[in-house]
């Protein structure tokens, strides 16, 4: 750690502070607002804030998947490089706006200073860069890591895209120069990050972001297992790399290119590196016997749900993914477990910008149809109040509810086959009215081929979603352009929504924020 000030220089503890640490937990006290707002007490701010992402900011994001990035590296650099800091201090606040969710105005001011402190990160690094020479590199890849991770938690995937190209050549180039062993390990926990960036941003952008996966196409496409795992960290790379694999051949240039539509002999080779992947790890945990149980889950969940779409194709029709009732059933499990175990953590944390559990239990909800199941998975999204990046889950659980209730309705299911293929959904586009707090929602069907029962059916369903009375349907909307995210809405998101066909067109620009509100202005 360098020189500069310690958290233990910060003032008493007041109001705001644990009698414990003296973290600034931000309950909304007068005192609090004025702390926040007030530039003559920006050391006290940047102290407290600080200490806060030390003690709960990296231990609730660490809590799923351990990354000695957080824990070590990024604080050992926040004294020396202006650009850790603000960024840190930046995914400090924003960490406390959660946390004084219950008073608007406070934790408008902690946005407030989120904004201003992303600001100076990125004029900071710009600098940095600017200035720098061979010896800076570690200190740019390090500052440009956690000033991507800010925009992937702001939902800015394609400046994250710019930070996230920049930080791959500086790495291959560095990795071609710099042999020395002191420097290796740094260098390959760099890579490990940079790769679990590209998963948590796929994972967590729209369809409209295009945000590239990975930086050799062969590699992405035919990653190569090790021979065998020493460490959870091992088992960890090694499969961030098959799960980087399977989202690049789902990418639409990849699929494009495909001769085989069906991508068999690519999904082939990426089922047996899972399961190769699979098995190795069952080894490693008979020997590891610090692995904890959390991380384990974690890992599991995110095996299964790269497995699925292995097994029936990124493309098709809804039906597939009845075949995949007992690999989701497992998923769901191992969530269950995993739920659990947080709630025994008095620690557990509600915010992390890693891989968590909230992306594949959404994706469950969506595409299992066994009722049973699904609600469980409903029920996890819905236990605990999360944030991981810009999932947040009580907002998902919402629009994942209104995706079962859609399909269902009208219907008796008793088992996943009892929804025929032209009551499902494919796909969901949101627009966020965040002055509103509303989320207007499209659903898209399925484009199935219809019989004329069938068609009358449908047009029915349709008709009695679209014609519900919305609340406060008159209001004039805001469009944010920059924060137009699904997984970005909170529970306190009223839901307009509107179910439309797949292959409908919308306009000029399907699936944009305009053709999203041309839907609910007709």
Known sequence: MNNGPH?????????NCSADDGAYTGNGTTLARVIVSDPALQDVVENRLFHFFRLETVASTNNLLDSRFWHTVVLQLYYAEPAVKHAVLALSSTHQVREAAGDTELALRHQDYADRQYSKALAALQSLIAQSNDEDV????VASSVVLTLENVRGNYEAGKVHAEAGRRILAYHSQRDDRRSRRSEVKELKQLFRRLDVAADSFSDSRTGYPIGDEAVYCAYPTPTDHFNSLDDARSSLIDLIRGTQFIACDAVWNASLDKSQAQERAHLLGCLQDWNDRFSTMLTVEARALKAQILTLRIWYLVSKAPMVVGWKGGELRWDALTDLFNELVSCGEQLLAGLAMKATAGSFGFDLGYIAPIFFTV??????????RALSILKAEVRQEGVWESS??????ERWMLIEEAGLEVKVAND???WHRLQYVDVALETPLKRALVVFKLSPADLLDHEKLARDRLMASENGRQVEDAGLPRTMVPSRLRLTSMSGHHRIEHRVVVAESTMGPEPNSVQAIHALFDC
């Open 7 to 15: 958290v233990g220089d910060a003032p008493p503890p007041d109001a």
């Open 138 to 141: 570690e200190s740019i890849l």
């Open 366 to 375: 969506e595409r299992c149809r066994d009722p049973v199941i699904r609600r």
């Open 395 to 400: 907002g998902a659980a919402k629009v994942a």
């Open 419 to 421: 929804i025929p293929e």
